[in-house]
């Protein structure tokens, strides 16, 4: 479970990592971990804490697709859209997930419920179309599936 964002225990979590070497990837997994994203207000603290640019943390933070910048819905719904899982159907999927949840990919349901998001191999390539919802990977996924999954 996450917490909110608190520059209190951000710049805890900084201070813990920074003494690694190559610590801004640490530090960054450890503030999602804790807070569910990256939020705005952590680039200029870890600029100070890691005599980094707020540009150099910025682009980072948008490089690697992993990285939130905005607060996550409780549940998280990936949907593999490499080619192995468009293969097996994965777009039919994905329209059936946007139905099912309101939302389109990389969008947040209104009611913060579900984030839907593509990303490009779950590693699940035999079993495609893939999903993760939360931490729990599904092979041989249907957008009906998810009801039963998240019971």
């Known amino acids: 479970m996450t917490i909110a964002w608190n520059a209190e225990r951000a710049g805890a979590i900084i ?10 990837l640490p530090v960054l997994h450890a503030l999602q971990e804790e807070f569910g994203y990256i939020d705005a207000a952590a ?15 910025h682009g980072v933070v948008t490089f690697y697709h992993e990285f939130r910048r905005s ?10 859209v490499a080619e192995a ?3 097996r159907g994965s777009e039919s999927l994905v329209e059936g997930l946007k139905a099912r949840l309101g939302i389109d990919l990389g969008e947040t349901a209104a ?14 390539c035999a079993l495609g179309p893939s999903v993760m919802v939360d931490d729990r990977l599904h092979g041989l996924f249907h957008a009906s599936r998810l009801d039963g999954v998240l019971e």
């Open 71 to 80: 607060r996550p819905g409780r549940h998280v719904v990936k949907v593999c």
């Open 111 to 124: 009611d913060g419920s579900f984030t839907l998001e593509a990303v490009y191999c779950l590693g699940n």
């Open 85 to 87: 899982c468009q293969a």
């Open 15 to 24: 201070d813990e990592h920074r003494a690694l070497r190559g610590a801004l």
């Open 43 to 57: 680039t200029p603290l870890l600029a100070s804490a890691l005599t980094l640019s707020q540009a150099e943390i």
